[in-house]
C-alpha cells in the first residue's frame, strides 16, 4: 500500500476512444502530478495541481486533459490519442509542492 | 537550463560485490538532489536525499549516496548487492526544492546477478 492508488493498472484503447486514468491519495496532500514515463527516457513531468489549482502545464497536447476535484483525486481524461502517447503514467502526491514525492504503481497505456 | 544524466543506461553485478550508479547534474543554482528506485510493476520510491548538510548522505536498503559540488555528481554506492536490488534507479534534481521543478536522469537498470 503506498497511499497513492491508480486505477485501471492496464489500459488498452483505440486511438478513437475516450478514457480516464483515477488517481486517489490517502495521505492528507495537497499536491498532486501525472507523469508519463516512456521506454529509455526520463520521467516526463505533465501536469502540477497544489490545492486544486493547475500550478504547472508543461507544454502537453490538448489530447490530454486533466481534472482535480478536491486533494484527495486526479484524473487524467484522454482523448484521440496516438500510438506514441503508450506509456506508463505515473500520479504523485506531496504535502506540498516543496515536499518529497510519493508515487503510485501507474497505469500501463497502451494506444493501438 | 538544469539537466541530470546517468551515466550508465545498465549495470549488471554479482550478488554481495559493490556497486556504483553514477549521476552528474548541471545546475546554475543550488539544487536538492535525489534518488529513487522503482521495482518492476511499481511506482518510484524515495531511496535518499541531499537537501545540505554532510555530503555524504545514508538512504533506505543500505544505499548511500556523496554530493561532490566541484564535479557536479552524486553517485549512488552499497557494498554489498542483493538480488532484491534488482531494479531501475534514477537520480533527480531540482532547484530549491520546488518539487514541480523536479527533473529526472534516464534511469540505470541494475541488474544483480547469483
Known amino acids: 500500500e503506498t497511499g497513492v492508488t491508480q486505477t485501471p493498472r492496464h489500459l488498452v484503447m483505440g486511438m478513437t476512444n475516450k478514457k480516464s486514468l483515477k488517481c486517489e491519495q490517502h495521505?492528507?496532500?495537497?499536491?498532486m502530478y501525472w507523469y508519463k514515463q516512456s521506454a529509455k527516457k526520463p520521467l516526463e513531468l505533465m501536469f502540477v495541481?497544489?490545492?486544486?489549482?493547475?500550478?504547472e502545464n508543461n507544454s502537453v497536447p490538448s489530447r490530454f486533459s486533466p481534472e482535480c476535484p478536491n486533494s484527495s483525486h486526479l484524473f487524467l481524461h484522454l482523448h484521440t490519442l496516438q500510438p506514441e502517447d503508450s506509456a506508463l503514467y505515473l500520479c504523485a502526491s506531496s504535502q506540498d509542492v516543496n515536499s518529497p514525492l510519493h508515487f503510485g504503481n501507474g497505469t500501463r497505456l497502451t494506444v493501438t | 537550463a538544469q539537466s541530470v544524466t546517468q551515466l550508465d543506461s545498465q549495470v549488471p553485478v554479482f550478488e554481495e560485490a559493490p556497486v556504483e550508479l553514477r549521476c552528474n547534474y548541471s545546475s546554475s543554482v543550488s539544487v536538492y538532489l535525489f534518488w529513487y528506485v522503482q521495482y518492476p510493476n511499481q511506482g518510484l520510491q524515495l531511496l535518499l536525499k541531499?537537501?545540505?548538510?554532510?555530503?555524504l548522505v545514508k538512504g533506505i536498503n543500505g544505499f548511500e549516496a556523496e554530493f561532490n559540488k566541484s564535479q557536479t555528481s552524486f553517485h549512488l554506492r552499497k557494498p554489498s548487492v542483493h538480488i532484491s536490488d534488482t531494479a531501475e534507479y534514477f537520480c533527480a534534481a531540482s532547484p530549491s526544492g520546488g518539487y514541480n521543478k523536479l527533473i529526472f536522469g534516464a534511469g540505470t537498470r541494475l541488474a544483480v546477478h547469483p
Open positions: 495521505l492528507g496532500h495537497n499536491a
Open positions: 495541481y497544489s490545492l486544486e489549482e493547475r500550478v
Open positions: 541531499y537537501l545540505s548538510g554532510s555530503t
